[in-house]
């Protein structure tokens, strides 16, 4: 079974840059991040394949985030620039045997970890 721990969140000011980090136990799997804001249901932002070869993210952070992967480390980053007061919500991680595209529906995890709150402020 796969663990997550997400850490890395903090307060920024608005067009500043966070990097998150998301340490993966067990197999090697393709890893997501997904954020949820207060009041809003929780979404796909960034997706990347077993090998980091591939690559999906939501239109949102599309040219302002990238994720990347250290396989002999096990840990998934989320290179966060030019962050907007919109992006602040609590960040999550989660992994599973599937491809980028499939990664991006939430639905498909029953369990999550922590989070990290990120928090822009204008």
């Known amino acids: 079974q796969v663990h997550v721990v997400e850490s890395g969140g903090g307060l920024v000011q608005a067009g500043g840059s966070l990097r998150l980090s998301c340490a993966v136990s067990?197999?090697?799997?393709?890893v997501g991040w997904f954020r949820q804001a207060p009041g809003k249901e929780r979404e796909f932002v960034a997706a990347?394949?077993?090998?980091?070869?591939?690559?999906n993210y939501a239109d949102s952070v599309k040219g302002r985030f990238t994720i990347s992967r250290d396989n002999s480390a096990n840990t998934v980053y989320l290179q966060m620039n030019s962050l907007k007061s919109e992006d602040t919500a609590v960040y999550y991680c989660n992994a599973d045997h599937a491809t980028v595209v499939d990664m991006a529906s939430p639905l498909r995890f029953a369990s999550w970890g922590q989070g990290t709150q990120v928090t822009v402020s204008s």
């Open positions: 990347v394949s077993i090998s980091g070869g591939r690559t």
């Open positions: 067990g197999r090697t799997y393709a």
